[in-house]
């Protein structure tokens, strides 16, 4: 198992920024973009699910190795814009945050620490059906001699 790829459709979301929520010393952090812990849970959920399909009998690997991630987000251009690239929001580094710590909920991936490398890309579409992100997992050989971290 070298390398995975995953299909979540839905309308992606970014990690957005954090506050908190009663006081200092006792409050809790909540999420500005409510929309980012449900779209995490439905990433997490697919990797899952697609992992099962592919690996009946097997648990997910939780796995220490270091990885690259290739990802394609698809955006439902709005009908005014003519433009041909989504230069605008959602950032692409919030949507690659969003993904790497769903990755990491899913359990496929120990930390996404562990992620060295990421090629993104975010494009248009045309219908909300095709909305999402496609991503690929590619887990790299380490090297022979190295210690592991505590």
């Known amino acids: ?4 790829t995953f299909t979540v459709a839905g309308i992606p979301a970014t990690k ?17 973009n409510g929309r980012e812990l449900p779209w995490r849970s439905v990433v997490a959920n ?7 399909q592919a690996h ?14 290739d990802a394609v987000w698809s955006l439902l251009r709005p009908r005014t814009i003519r433009r041909t690239h989504p230069a605008v929001k959602p ?19 120990f930390d996404d620490g562990r992620i060295v490398h990421a090629a993104l890309t975010k494009a248009y579409c ?14 790299l050989d380490d090297e022979p001699h190295r210690r592991e971290e505590p």
Not at 16 to 28: E, M
Not at 56 to 69: F, G, Q, T
Not at 91 to 109: E, M, Q
Request: charge should be positive; include cysteine.
């Open 56 to 69: 009946p009998n097997e648990r997910l690997p939780r796995r220490k190795d270091a990885c690259e991630i």
């Open 91 to 109: 950032d692409l580094d919030k949507l690659a945050r969003a993904l790497f710590d769903a990755v990491t909920d899913s359990g496929l991936i």
């Open 1 to 4: 198992m070298d390398e995975m």
């Open 126 to 139: 045309m219908s909300m059906r095709e909305q999402g992100v496609r991503f690929t997992i590619h887990w």
């Open 16 to 32: 957005g920024s954090y506050r908190i929520v009663g006081g200092r010393k006792h409050g809790r952090l909540v999420a500005d």
């Open 46 to 52: 697919t990797i899952r699910r697609q992992w099962w």
